[in-house]
């Protein structure tokens, strides 16, 4: 057995499996057990076939009397292409944040080569010891959730809010990933926002200002702008909380903003776009059409060689051939061409479906931008993720996207209500507030950022600060009514100007955005140490 483990053979398998095993157990609410197993099954057909061409290699090596040593070296290629894999999959984050001019998939061939090279002068015994350690950690720890979670009946409560509607226009919801409010996107990383603000000018759309998210991340946000409340899972701990909010903006039970459109005849529909199926776990009946491919992305999302660098995602023919592969129609992220051609395509046939069928319909979507790496990040490193130019770049392809989508809502439907918001901001300053929030006090959060040449508001910005812009059938109408903006309440301001009431604002959500025990924002108010 020792034997065994210090040759090449079980490193092939290994090096394929643990990127697989590690995606699933950090996100196992999202596949099924059929969808592991098929991945499994790929994995094994992969590590058979690459097995059997490097027997058929060492058995001609050996016909022509090749050396022992000469022998090991076909099998050592094939395993070192599949820890390129493995490490081009671990290296993917940090250089694609910090090194965006790197070839990620390069260093991962390097470094893999430099560890091929070692094991074959010494053993495999410490590499598939390693790798074997790390699948059995993964594997464990999602199989702790699953079972653990089996115990925990997550649910969401549905606020029971009732509307009927007067005017019922069509509303499309745009969000954008980690849009930040103009005066951080101009603040933080020199972005010339005169374009974009003239844009929406023209367009008649009201812009707001210190509009801020009540959820850090995406999920959250989401969440909060569908339920129209504050988070109120039941559970007895925390391992159901992706899958039970992934429910409602799915169009699950609590989605009060689906319920309440369809009550009043709307049609509801969810497009593909940023980044696919991941805010979703399947479509819940408030929900009545979705192109998202929920079994296809499960299995796709899982394979080996998923996660590749966005120069080749972008490649047409690549993109192409993947897209037919893994969805009904495009599978897409900002990283890929075919999003704002799907979007759009997606767009125009909602509309004429909803002319023929003379019923209004609500549909959402998302694109935008990206936020710094959830991990391998420091505060250290702020300045060289600004310094990137990673988001600057993707604001200004995202700003070409949003221009685009609602340059033909307007010119098909200009009787629209058109909803762009950020769902939260890009957290350049992640690794202090991570840090803080874990073992420190308000003081000291105050104290750490104030070293760095940082505030309790640009920390609250970075976090929570979005855009929020709005296009009513009557342009650009301020539909505020004096009160602070913001994801939780959105839809209270949309149904009180689709009744003219704002009496509908009297059960408004305390707009309170919290990061760990700490309430940086409250209605529109950084707090103040």
């Given at each position: 057995?020792?034997?065994?483990?210090?040759?090449?053979?079980?490193?092939?398998?290994?090096?394929?499996?643990?990127?697989?095993?590690?995606m699933?157990?950090?996100?196992?609410?999202?596949?099924?057990?059929?969808?592991?197993?098929?991945?499994?099954?790929?994995?094994?057909?992969?590590a058979?076939?690459?097995?059997?061409?490097?027997?058929?290699?060492?058995?001609?090596?050996?016909?022509?009397?090749?050396?022992?040593?000469?022998?090991?070296?076909?099998?050592?290629?094939?395993?070192?292409?599949?820890?390129?894999?493995?490490?081009?999959?671990?290296?993917?984050?940090?250089l694609?944040?910090?090194?965006?001019?790197?070839?990620?998939?390069?260093?991962?061939?390097?470094?893999?080569?430099?560890?091929?090279?070692?094991?074959?002068?010494?053993?495999?015994?410490?590499?598939?010891?390693?790798?074997?350690?790390?699948?059995?950690?993964?594997?464990?720890?999602?199989?702790?959730?699953?079972?653990?979670?089996?115990?925990?009946?997550?649910?969401?409560?549905?606020?029971?809010?009732?509307?009927?509607?007067?005017?019922?226009?069509?509303?499309?919801?745009?969000?954008?990933?980690?849009?930040?409010?103009?005066?951080?996107?101009?603040?933080?990383?020199?972005?010339?926002?005169?374009?974009?603000?003239?844009?929406?000018a023209?367009?008649?759309?009201?812009?707001?200002?210190?509009?801020?998210?009540?959820?850090?991340?995406?999920?959250?946000?989401?969440?909060?702008?569908?339920?129209?409340?504050?988070?109120?899972?039941?559970?007895?701990?925390?391992?159901?909380?992706?899958?039970?909010?992934?429910?409602?903006?799915?169009?699950?039970?609590?989605?009060?903003?689906?319920?309440?459109?369809?009550?009043?005849?709307?049609?509801?529909?969810?497009?593909?776009?940023?980044?696919?199926?991941?805010?979703?776990?399947?479509?819940?009946?408030?929900?009545?059409?979705?192109?998202?491919?929920?079994?296809?992305?499960?299995?796709?999302?899982?394979?080996?060689?998923?996660?590749?660098?966005?120069?080749?995602?972008?490649?047409?023919?690549?993109?192409?051939?993947?897209?037919?592969a893994?969805?009904?129609?495009?599978?897409?992220?900002?990283?890929?061409?075919?999003?704002?051609?799907?979007?759009?395509?997606s767009?125009?046939?909602?509309?004429?479906?909803?002319?023929?069928?003379?019923?209004?319909?609500?549909?959402?979507?998302?694109?935008?931008?990206?936020?710094?790496?959830?991990?391998?990040?420091?505060?250290?490193?702020?300045?060289?993720?600004?310094?990137?130019?990673?988001?600057?770049?993707?604001?200004?392809?995202?700003?070409?996207?949003?221009?685009?989508?609602?340059?033909?809502?307007?010119?098909?439907?200009?009787?629209?209500?058109?909803?762009?918001?950020?769902?939260?901001?890009?957290?350049?300053?992640?690794?202090?507030?991570?840090?803080?929030?874990?073992?420190g006090?308000?003081?000291?959060?105050?104290?750490?950022?104030?070293?760095?040449?940082?505030s309790?508001?640009?920390?609250?910005?970075?976090?929570?600060?979005?855009?929020?812009?709005?296009?009513?059938?009557?342009?650009?109408?301020?539909?505020?009514?004096?009160?602070?903006?913001?994801?939780?309440?959105?839809?209270?301001?949309?149904?009180?100007?689709?009744?003219?009431?704002?009496?509908?604002?009297?059960?408004?959500?305390?707009?309170i955005s919290?990061?760990?025990?700490?309430?940086?924002?409250?209605?529109?108010k950084i707090?103040?140490?």
């Amino acid at each position: 057995m020792k034997n065994f483990l210090a040759s090449p053979a079980p490193a092939l398998s290994l090096a394929l499996l643990a990127p697989v095993l590690f995606m699933w157990s950090r996100n196992w609410h999202m596949y099924t057990w059929t969808t592991l197993g098929l991945a499994f099954a790929v994995l094994l057909a992969m590590a058979l076939l690459l097995y059997t061409v490097c027997r058929l290699v060492i058995f001609a090596a050996r016909r022509t009397g090749a050396t022992q040593a000469w022998l090991r070296i076909p099998g050592t290629l094939l395993i070192c292409a599949a820890m390129a894999q493995l490490l081009v999959f671990f290296l993917d984050v940090p250089l694609r944040a910090f090194s965006p001019q790197t070839n990620h998939i390069l260093a991962g061939i390097v470094l893999a080569l430099a560890a091929a090279g070692i094991c074959l002068r010494f053993s495999f015994l410490p590499v598939n010891t390693v790798l074997s350690v790390f699948i059995a950690l993964s594997l464990g720890s999602g199989l702790f959730d699953v079972v653990k979670t089996s115990f925990e009946q997550g649910e969401i409560k549905d606020g029971n809010i009732s509307i009927t509607l007067k005017k019922k226009p069509n509303i499309y919801l745009f969000w954008q990933e980690s849009y930040h409010d103009f005066e951080t996107m101009e603040s933080a990383y020199g972005i010339d926002t005169s374009k974009l603000r003239r844009y929406l000018a023209e367009k008649s759309f009201f812009v707001y200002d210190n509009v801020f998210s009540t959820g850090p991340n995406t999920l959250s946000a989401m969440y909060m702008a569908l339920a129209m409340r504050e988070f109120d899972i039941q559970s007895k701990g925390n391992q159901d909380y992706n899958q039970a909010v992934r429910n409602l903006i799915g169009g699950g039970e609590g989605n009060a903003v689906y319920r309440i459109l369809k009550e009043n005849g709307y049609h509801t529909k969810y497009a593909v776009g940023f980044p696919g199926l991941y805010y979703f776990t399947n479509q819940g009946k408030y929900l009545d059409e979705t192109d998202v491919n929920f079994k296809k992305f499960s299995i796709a999302s899982l394979l080996p060689l998923m996660d590749l660098h966005p120069a080749l995602l972008e490649n047409k023919k690549i993109s192409s051939l993947l897209q037919k592969a893994f969805t009904r129609d495009k599978f897409v992220s900002p990283y890929w061409s075919g999003l704002l051609d799907n979007l759009a395509r997606s767009i125009q046939l909602t509309i004429d479906e909803g002319l023929h069928s003379g019923k209004p319909f609500f549909m959402g979507f998302k694109a935008g931008a990206d936020h710094s790496p959830n991990i391998n990040y420091s505060y250290k490193k702020r300045d060289e993720w600004v310094g990137s130019g990673r988001y600057q770049g993707l604001v200004e392809k995202g700003d070409v996207i949003l221009m685009t989508l609602v340059d033909g809502i307007i010119a098909n439907d200009p009787n629209s209500i058109i909803i762009l918001i950020g769902d939260h901001g890009t957290h350049r300053l992640r690794a202090i507030w991570s840090e803080v929030r874990q073992r420190g006090s308000f003081l000291e959060l105050n104290d750490v950022l104030r070293a760095e040449g940082e505030s309790l508001e640009s920390l609250a910005h970075d976090i929570f600060g979005v855009m929020l812009a709005i296009r009513t059938p009557e342009g650009a109408k301020d539909i505020s009514w004096g009160l602070p903006m913001s994801n939780i309440n959105l839809f209270r301001h949309i149904f009180a100007w689709c009744n003219d009431d704002p009496g509908l604002l009297q059960d408004r959500v305390k707009q309170i955005s919290n990061i760990g025990g700490f309430k940086l924002v409250e209605d529109g108010k950084i707090a103040s140490p």
